[in-house]
């Protein structure tokens, strides 16, 4: 069993029917440990080893699609959200289905025996395939090409947003970015999009706020500005900036904000701020749904520090 450990181990604690008949382990060895629950079947063909032993059996977003990956056998390649699950990129609704492209009649839906994963048939080159922590994958830049084409602006410039941020393509990648959406359905709208992207921006919600400010005709002149005080000391750094008004923008995501010990510093911040002349505005992920709410609190608190 050591060697099944190693395995698991690599593979979000996962194993496939397969792996076991490599390791020498028989079909009624796993049935064996399916019975006594030691064993849990994920998907067709592939098994959570010690489920016994852990608290919570559920598996994460990564862990799922690394089991749809497995499932679809050694030509199963992840693919739109779930390959952006796998990069680390943010700015899409939450998916509970599993995309999976996969060569010629695998992929057929029964094929693979579970419904919350969808099969596809992309034509992939080799350059557009990668593995990620052991799941084979479309590269990033392929991923938020695909993505692009498939979801609205406001989450499409995020992915994008995203993935320049975390560093998975830089500004050369562009051009290539470019080229990879050409020719392709729903081309014409993106290519406008990735105009709009800027790595700077650090969260989902920061892409939208200034989406929605470019769209209102309040764009901020600067992203991530670093505030000084008088004597040169930086005070704070902040997600949007309109310099000559003294006008602050900032994304409030909820997990760290509220926070106590995270109130406390957001206090401390915002008071340094205001004494050095500055009117701080705060915007939230349901303010980014109305178009025109973002862009009239900006306009008045332009207004006011003129």
Request: net charge positive; hydrophobic share 40%.
């Amino acid at each position: 069993m050591l060697a099944v450990q190693r395995l698991v181990e690599r593979q979000d604690g996962l194993i496939t029917a397969a792996q076991c008949r490599n390791l020498n382990l028989s079909t009624g060895q796993v049935k064996w440990y399916l019975r006594r629950g030691m064993w849990r079947t994920v998907s067709r063909g592939v098994y959570l080893v010690d489920a016994d032993l852990r608290a919570d059996t559920s598996l994460d977003a990564k862990a799922l699609v690394r089991a749809a990956v497995l499932t679809g056998g050694p030509h199963a390649v992840a693919v739109l959200e779930s390959a952006a699950v796998v990069h680390g990129l943010h700015g899409l609704r939450p998916e509970s289905r599993l995309h999976v492209s996969l060569p010629g009649k695998l992929a057929v839906p029964r094929r693979l025996g579970d419904t919350s994963v969808v099969p596809h048939q992309f034509t992939l080159a080799d350059d557009e395939v990668a593995v990620v922590d052991g799941i084979t994958v479309t590269t990033p830049l392929r991923t938020v090409a695909d993505l692009m084409l498939k979801v609205d602006r406001l989450a499409a410039v995020s992915v994008l947003d995203s993935a320049l941020n975390k560093g998975l393509l830089t500004e050369d990648d562009l051009p290539e970015l470019h080229g990879s959406i050409a020719r392709r359905r729903g081309a014409v709208h993106a290519r406008a999009w990735i105009d709009l992207a800027n790595g700077l921006a650090e969260s989902p919600l920061e892409t939208r706020s200034r989406l929605r400010c470019v769209d209102g005709k309040v764009p901020p002149d600067e992203l991530q500005a670093v505030i000084t005080d008088a004597t040169g000391r930086p005070i704070a750094r902040v997600d949007l900036l309109w310099r000559a008004a003294r006008v602050i923008g900032e994304a409030d995501g909820g997990e760290i904000h509220d926070r106590p010990e995270a109130v406390f510093r957001d206090r401390e911040r915002q008071n340094a701020l205001v004494n050095e002349g500055y009117r701080v505005i705060r915007f939230t992920w349901r303010d980014t749904l109305d178009p025109r709410t973002i862009p009239e609190t900006v306009r008045r608190a332009l207004a006011r520090s003129s």
